[in-house]
């Protein structure tokens, strides 16, 4: 753990040096500007791993005051390194286009004997032929017209050309400023903008889907079986009753025959989150209700949520199968489960059955369908991924999920992935907003 810790906070800290270098050193002139920008930038870094503490050790009333500016921001950050990121190749082909232009060189002889001198033989201000001469230090080394210009715009001394020879174009500091500034301002503009458009969207109604599957054991008799299959509740300090409330009645609305909740319903204690649970109660289908643990589970009492969920009417699947219709509808444990003695059995879930029925099985990670396709699983229902959650970041999620939303295979077995109906981490959802499958199940 101490490890995992202090990769974070070098991770978080690189990413913000970074945010600073192109943020604030390359587009702020004023060293004044600058050490603002670097304590603004190091109070961000550290919000971070400060919420990420206060999500676990504060109580659930309390953590919204650091839930939504420290998710926030991470959610800004992970946008601005990545468009910053992007930018750098413009920014590198915009510096390699001005390296192949011929420098122009710069005269910057001034006739001495026309210049005013101290007793030193130091170069003073003046006027010669009514235009303002500049101060000249030798022993600086820098002419006094750029120290001038510079510390009349406000920018930093070291920012100035140096004297003398000629001036290569790729490092002027005025193109190098206006380069800075451009790239800052656009990366800034599409990272708030996909944070927002991501914000509206994880706080959006979830999109109903209705998805055919075909499967070629089910009988003739059950084409058009409806599956209502949600995710990734994640009920918590940014998410209630209210969540629960409207999920309840989407999914009455569809008049489904099974509804299935694959996991990840809270992200709290059963005596913290219980009353906003209470709402799943309500959940109507031909032939009930179906539980099975995500990972979040293990980490908020899972044993007390499975009894809190059953005492609602949705019956928890504990490595077990159960005959509907004809049909083998299966669940199974989550991996996470492992660690406490409570993981996955596929075999009491699957074994002994009659191989001609078709199985339907809920697990709720996609990762479970290769244990699920050894054992003749015809379709596998899950969630975890929340479809990436905030786009491109799906790319990340599929280096570990065989499936990362929508309908896959995975060794011969067909698997289903709902997006998720919450959200974990920040309130947004950009490029994969929440949604609420309706699995029409037809034969092949």
Do not use: C
Request: proline residues 6%; aromatic residues 6%.
């Amino acid at each position: 753990m101490a490890l995992f810790l202090v990769v974070v906070l070098l991770l978080v800290g690189g990413i913000h040096w970074y945010l600073w270098k192109r943020l604030v050193k390359d587009v702020v002139t004023t060293r004044r500007g600058r050490r603002v920008g670097a304590l603004v930038v190091t109070l961000l870094g550290v919000l971070i791993p400060v919420t990420m503490v206060g999500s676990r050790v504060l109580p659930l009333e309390q953590q919204p005051v650091l839930a939504w500016p420290g998710f926030l921001w991470l959610a800004l950050m992970f946008y601005l390194l990545v468009t910053l990121a992007l930018l750098e190749l413009p920014r590198l082909a915009l510096r390699f286009w001005a390296g192949r232009r011929e420098p122009q060189p710069v005269d910057n002889s001034v006739d001495s004997s026309v210049i005013p001198v101290d007793s030193a033989g130091r170069a003073v201000q003046g006027t010669v032929d009514g235009q303002v001469t500049a101060v000249d230090s030798p022993a600086a080394g820098v002419s006094g017209g750029a120290v001038g210009s510079a510390a009349a715009e406000g920018a930093p001394v070291d920012d100035a050309p140096v004297d003398g020879g000629p001036v290569d174009e790729r490092f002027d500091p005025a193109r190098r400023l206006l380069l800075g500034r451009s790239l800052a301002a656009t990366a800034g503009v599409l990272s708030v903008a996909a944070v927002g458009i991501g914000t509206w969207q994880a706080k959006s109604a979830p999109v109903l889907k209705r998805v055919p599957i075909r499967l070629a054991k089910l009988p003739a008799s059950m084409s058009g079986f409806k599956i209502a299959l949600v995710s990734d509740i994640h009920l918590g300090p940014l998410l209630g009753k209210a969540h629960t409330e409207r999920i309840v009645r989407i999914i009455n609305s569809v008049d489904a025959d099974v509804v299935a909740v694959v996991g990840d319903l809270v992200d709290g204690s059963v005596a913290e989150l219980g009353p906003a649970a209470e709402p799943l109660q309500d959940l109507r289908a031909r032939h009930g209700s179906f539980f099975v643990t995500g990972n979040h589970e293990y980490f908020s009492g899972y044993q007390e949520w499975i009894d809190e969920v059953n005492s609602l009417g949705v019956r928890v699947l504990r490595n077990e199968r159960l005959d509907v219709q004809g049909l083998d509808l299966a669940g199974v444990n989550d991996v996470t489960g492992e660690d406490v003695g409570d993981g996955p059995d596929f075999a009491k879930a699957l074994s002994g059955r009659d191989a001609s029925r078709p199985v339907v099985l809920l697990a709720h990670q996609p990762v479970q369908a290769h244990e699920a396709a050894r054992h003749g699983v015809d379709l596998q229902l899950s969630g975890h991924t929340h479809g990436g959650q905030m786009v491109p970041f799906n790319l990340l999620v599929g280096l570990e999920a065989p499936v990362v939303s929508g309908l896959g295979t995975v060794d011969g077995t067909q698997v289903y992935v709902t997006r998720g109906a919450g959200f974990w981490g920040p309130p947004v959802r950009f490029g994969a907003p929440p949604d609420i499958s309706v699995i029409e199940l037809h034969r092949a």
